[in-house]
């Protein structure tokens, strides 16, 4: 079974420009995540989606990021403009549902570093 | 206002011998109860889990345990094993949340050979 993809590995970027995050979450999977994981901290979640429906995004600071599931498969995950305390690791999980307990499946991460 | 806490950044063990890590919350919520693993550059894995009904759940090396009147879980591993030096997070799920985790901050595990 394939994993959970995610692109890129790395970004740097200055402070007030733009950047997008993409993940492709495991076949068959209805339910997806977006994590951001500050350096010495836990993950933290930012959004959650269920098919292509928002099931959370009750800490997704919406002024600035955006998220889409279309088809409800792929995401994009999108910072514009970006702050220099963005910078962290992006975590993109899967699982297949969203009610009873159903295990993650993370992707390796998009690490972004703000200059 | 951290709801799953990991005061312990990290931890040395000697190769063979048992490695503690301790998780404390603070939401009595919180109905299911989980370890990952993490590598540099990789993401997290599960390791294991506990459900709220439960006070200790074993597989293999790893075990966890559950103390609900102290909001307080920990995972033993014995032997620890130089490939268990890793980060590991303590996270929790509150009840009718859809599966959404919160996580500690880990700690970062070194076991030495």
């Known amino acids: 079974e394939a994993g959970v993809a995610q692109s890129p590995r790395y970004k740097i970027i200055e402070k007030r420009q733009s950047v997008a995050f993409w993940c492709n979450p495991i076949?068959?999977?209805?339910?997806l995540y977006w994590y951001q994981q500050i350096l010495g901290q836990g993950p933290k979640l930012l959004i959650q989606f269920q098919n292509n429906g928002v099931v959370d995004d009750s800490q997704l600071p919406k002024d600035r990021f955006s998220a889409e599931r279309l088809k409800g498969v792929d995401s994009t995950l999108k910072i514009q403009p970006a702050k220099l305390e963005d910078s962290a690791v992006y975590l993109c999980?899967?699982?297949?549902?969203?009610?009873?307990?159903?295990?993650?499946?993370f992707g390796s991460g998009t690490r972004l570093t703000v200059v | 206002d951290q709801q799953v806490k990991q005061n312990s950044p990290s931890l040395s063990v000697q190769e063979g011998r048992i490695s503690i890590l301790n998780c404390d919350y603070t939401n009595s919520m919180f109905d299911y109860f989980l370890w990952y693993k993490k590598y540099p550059a990789e993401g997290p894995t599960f390791l294991i889990s506990i459900s709220s009904i439960k006070d200790k759940n074993e597989d293999g090396r790893f075990t966890v345990f559950l103390n609900k009147s102290a909001k307080h879980l920990s995972l033993h591993i014995v032997p620890s094993q130089p490939g268990d030096s890793a980060v590991y997070f303590c996270a929790a799920r509150p009840s009718g949340a859809g599966n959404m985790l919160t996580f500690g901050g880990g700690t970062r595990l070194m076991v030495k050979p």
């Open positions: 076949s068959g999977h209805a339910t």
């Open positions: 999980a899967s699982s297949l549902g969203k009610g009873a307990y159903y295990g993650y499946t």
